[in-house]
């Protein structure tokens, strides 16, 4: 099966709106003939839709690095996936390792945030991956499984077919330190047969596999030539419109 490369670029808490302009104006004229590529940004939400508004017509998916599973409520500093949408907002990061970490999210709460983003119609990112810790005492499989099952195990067939996944170990991200191409790919097919085994072939085979930790201009080549890695999940080299330019020319 023939799964599009997809490269996203997560910002995290960097750029003003002035910044997230003239980043925009600066990305279009260098990824306009990559029409091999998907391409998404994650900007802070008070950007989404200067974003959305510069490079959602051309096809470039704009996505909130967050979301409640609530409609609405007293809930203060968080946003929902109606107000994500609002902003032009196509999809969502869940669970990535700093919200995880730094923000005490649970593998139960994305459980909830997936259903909610799928139930809301925005294009939901499930982000996975082991601490350095994790994989030194040889239990990244158990870690990945117990992160896929504990936020997939009630969707459905269809639904699981509309999630992608990005696998960034905890030890490659910002520091530096990407994956080498062969655990990336080994950890791919685990995480791909992980689905096979509890969602089907044909969904497995579908579902898109990002990688992400450190992905540079110089090494995504290698990364992303790995038969089961769909995509990247870039962050700080994200932040320059021609290094991730760069980077989505080489998934192409
Ligand atoms: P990095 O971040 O590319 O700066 O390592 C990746 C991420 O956090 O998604």
């Given at each position: 099966m023939e799964r599009t490369p997809l490269v996203a670029g997560n910002w995290k808490m960097f750029k003003t709106r002035a910044e997230a302009a003239d980043y925009c104006s600066a990305l279009l004229p260098l990824v306009d003939e990559l029409d091999e590529v998907d391409i998404a940004i994650c900007p802070p939400y008070t950007a989404l839709d200067i974003v959305a508004e510069r490079?959602?017509?051309?096809?470039i998916g704009v996505w909130g690095q967050n979301v409640h599973d609530a409609p609405e409520g007293a809930f203060t500093g968080e946003i929902s996936c109606a107000m994500l949408i609002d902003a032009g907002a196509t999809g969502v990061l869940l669970g990535h390792s700093e919200r995880r970490a730094l923000f005490g999210e649970t593998d139960e709460a994305l459980a909830r945030k997936l259903a909610a983003a799928l139930a809301g119609g925005l294009e939901p990112v499930l982000c996975i991956g082991e601490s350095e810790a994790e994989r030194d005492g040889g239990e990244t499989e158990r870690r990945l499984s117990t992160q896929l099952d504990g936020a997939?195990?009630?969707?459905s067939g269809s639904q699981v077919l509309q999630v992608t996944i990005a696998y960034e170990p905890v030890w490659a991200i910002g520091t530096g330190r990407s994956a080498t191409p062969e655990i990336a790919q080994e950890t791919h097919a685990f995480i791909r047969g992980a689905i096979a085994s509890r969602h089907g072939e044909e969904c497995a085979a579908a579902i898109r596999i990002l990688y992400g930790g450190s992905v540079k201009p110089d090494n995504a080549a290698a990364l992303l030539g790995q038969p089961d890695v769909d995509g990247a999940l870039v962050g700080?080299?994200?932040?320059d419109p021609q290094g991730f330019a760069a980077i989505a020319r080489a998934a192409g």
């Amino acid at each position: 099966m023939e799964r599009t490369p997809l490269v996203a670029g997560n910002w995290k808490m960097f750029k003003t709106r002035a910044e997230a302009a003239d980043y925009c104006s600066a990305l279009l004229p260098l990824v306009d003939e990559l029409d091999e590529v998907d391409i998404a940004i994650c900007p802070p939400y008070t950007a989404l839709d200067i974003v959305a508004e510069r490079i959602g017509d051309a096809g470039i998916g704009v996505w909130g690095q967050n979301v409640h599973d609530a409609p609405e409520g007293a809930f203060t500093g968080e946003i929902s996936c109606a107000m994500l949408i609002d902003a032009g907002a196509t999809g969502v990061l869940l669970g990535h390792s700093e919200r995880r970490a730094l923000f005490g999210e649970t593998d139960e709460a994305l459980a909830r945030k997936l259903a909610a983003a799928l139930a809301g119609g925005l294009e939901p990112v499930l982000c996975i991956g082991e601490s350095e810790a994790e994989r030194d005492g040889g239990e990244t499989e158990r870690r990945l499984s117990t992160q896929l099952d504990g936020a997939m195990t009630a969707l459905s067939g269809s639904q699981v077919l509309q999630v992608t996944i990005a696998y960034e170990p905890v030890w490659a991200i910002g520091t530096g330190r990407s994956a080498t191409p062969e655990i990336a790919q080994e950890t791919h097919a685990f995480i791909r047969g992980a689905i096979a085994s509890r969602h089907g072939e044909e969904c497995a085979a579908a579902i898109r596999i990002l990688y992400g930790g450190s992905v540079k201009p110089d090494n995504a080549a290698a990364l992303l030539g790995q038969p089961d890695v769909d995509g990247a999940l870039v962050g700080g080299a994200s932040l320059d419109p021609q290094g991730f330019a760069a980077i989505a020319r080489a998934a192409g």
